[in-house]
């Protein structure tokens, strides 16, 4: 008796299975008796797709009728979507042209920015300024930076490097060189849900202040001594004009601010005297003057800029060899966060789109506060083709716009690097078309590598190239004297500027015969 229930206790699992496989079987011959008849389930599966319907018979699901049809027909379309995702085409765009925009990720690996000494973005969308509060990274929990960018409109390459706020700050590769200038990496848009801002993760390996024998900059102070080669005076000039930003609850239409003149408010000024100045000005000489814009950067290396101009020594060598003319050097300081306002002349769009236009007030107040508090103070000629203006990028921009505007007083132009490719290139056109005095002599310089992140001879490092020969051709029909240099591997910083200055000094201002 114990041998019969041993035998059937074995044989169960056996005929279970048995059971199971006839059923199948009477399905797959006798297709229209609907037992376990499935559609085929997946590309090439052919009549394998029965093999679903044995795993829904072994766990008890129903196998017939039209519900079960049903349900296998929406895993169907689930898995034919699914793979239909897999297979979408990739759609690669830059991340800084998405409408949702981006953010950014940075890792200190060297662990020194701290929130006294915090990571911010610098690059072409904000004029490359190293410390801009707009820009300043926020750190996360995990010990990295991070920040939100909104899409760039700008024309050209989304150019950018980190920075502890400053330039002699700023990001190093491992073996303590600056790197060249960062751009975004390529994304596939078809990966990102609707408004999904794609999360760009980078690295800085080392910072500025870990070089060997690294000594901290002294800050730009208007009031703090200054190493300058030979004579200089500081003179105060009020009425300058400032960034106002908007009150709460402003109309957004005025989310950009205002250009106003506070009470008291002043700059200073820093005007070069060549040697023997006071002797000459006694004696009733009268000295050619350059007003030049950006005058922080103009005889002393600080935080903000890598170098600096080095107009001081070159006058000053140059004046001493015979090579130029005794001149009256003025540095005009810009307004920091307002400088990108104050030195555009017109409505630009692209990545300039927000930023509303001041031109117009910076060039009054050159005229009617600058020009004749350098008059009553120095012995500066007067005659207009005695006298230039100029400045570099944006600088350069407002110095052709002063000249446009008071042909009576500025008669020459030093141009370096003219920005007539920040933002939208169809905008500079536009208002070069409309300009309507030009300067009877002019100085223009460019690098052929404006752009550092690019080779030289790329196409957009040409079209810089190419701006500058179209202005300079614009001023050669206006009837100007003009010289261009294109600097062969020069990029767009003070290095590059304060290496050409000797060119433009000596073609400006040349010694008398």
């Known amino acids: 008796m114990k041998k019969f229930f041993l035998t059937i206790f074995l044989m169960t699992p056996i005929l279970a299975v048995a059971s199971v496989l006839y059923i199948f079987a009477i399905g797959v011959n006798n297709p229209n008796k609907q037992i376990a008849h499935v559609p085929a389930v ?22 017939t009728g039209e519900a079960r049809e049903t349900r296998v027909a929406a895993a169907v379309e689930v898995t034919s979507a699914k793979a239909s995702d897999a297979q979408a085409e990739p759609n690669m765009v830059k991340p800084e042209s998405l409408p ?45 930076w991070r920040i939100e960018m909104p899409q760039f409109n700008g024309g050209g390459e989304f150019n950018f490097k980190f920075t502890r706020g400053s330039w002699e700050l700023e990001e190093l590769q491992d073996d303590m060189t600056p790197p060249t200038n960062r751009k975004l990496p390529l994304i596939d848009a078809s990966k990102l849900a609707p408004g999904e ?27 703090n001594p200054m190493q300058i080669t030979g004579t200089h005076r500081r003179v105060q000039v009020s009425g300058a004009p400032s960034f106002v930003p908007p009150n709460p609850g402003e109309a957004p239409g005025a989310a950009a601010g205002s250009i106003a003149t506070p009470a ?56 001493a060899s015979g090579k130029v003319e005794p001149l009256i050097i003025v540095g005009i300081p810009h307004a920091g966060p307002g400088r990108i306002r104050e030195y555009l002349p017109a409505r ?33 000629e007067t005659d207009a083709s005695r006298v230039a203006i100029g400045g570099s990028s944006l600088g350069a921009v407002i110095a052709l716009h002063a000249v446009d505007k008071h042909p009576e007083l500025f008669g020459a132009a030093l141009l370096e690097s003219p920005a007539l490719r920040a ?7 536009s208002w070069l078309n409309g300009v309507q005095h030009w300067p009877k002599k002019a100085f223009v310089g460019v690098g052929s590598r404006e752009l550092e992140n690019q080779h030289d001879g790329s196409p957009e490092n040409k079209a810089y190239v190419d701006a500058s020969a179209d202005l300079e051709q614009r001023l050669k029909k206006s009837g100007a ?32 015969k």
């Open 197 to 223: 801002k794609p999360i760009l993760e980078f690295s800085v390996p080392k910072w500025g202040d870990q070089r060997e024998n690294f000594k901290q900059k002294e800050a730009a102070n208007p009031y």
């Open 481 to 512: 004297a003009t010289k261009l240099v294109v600097d062969a591997g020069a990029v767009h910083n003070e290095g590059a500027w304060k290496k050409r200055f000797p060119g433009a000094l000596e073609y400006l201002f040349p010694a008398k």
């Open 264 to 319: 008291g408010a002043q700059r200073e000024l820093i005007v070069w005297l060549p040697a023997g100045y006071e002797q000459a000005a006694a004696a009733g000489k009268k000295f050619p003057v350059l007003f030049l814009h950006d005058g922080q950067n103009l005889f002393a290396e600080h935080p903000g800029i890598k170098s600096e101009w080095g107009v001081d020594e070159a006058a000053t060598e140059l004046i």
């Open 42 to 63: 997946g590309a090439g599966a052919g009549k394998t797709g029965g093999a679903n319907a044995v795993g829904e018979l072994l766990f008890g699901h129903t196998a």
């Open 348 to 380: 630009i769009g692209g990545a300039l789109e927000k930023a509303e236009p001041a031109g117009d007030a910076y060039v009054a107040w050159l005229a009617e506060e600058i020009v004749p508090k350098i008059r009553s103070l120095f012995a500066v």
């Open 100 to 144: 949702q925009g981006f953010i950014i990720v940075v890792e200190d690996k060297a662990k020194l920015a701290t929130q006294a000494s915090p990571i911010y973005l610098a690059g072409s969308f904000n004029g490359w300024v190293a410390g801009d509060l707009k820009h300043r990274l926020t750190p996360q929990s995990d010990m990295k």
């Open 423 to 429: 933002g939208s290139p169809e905008s500079w056109q």
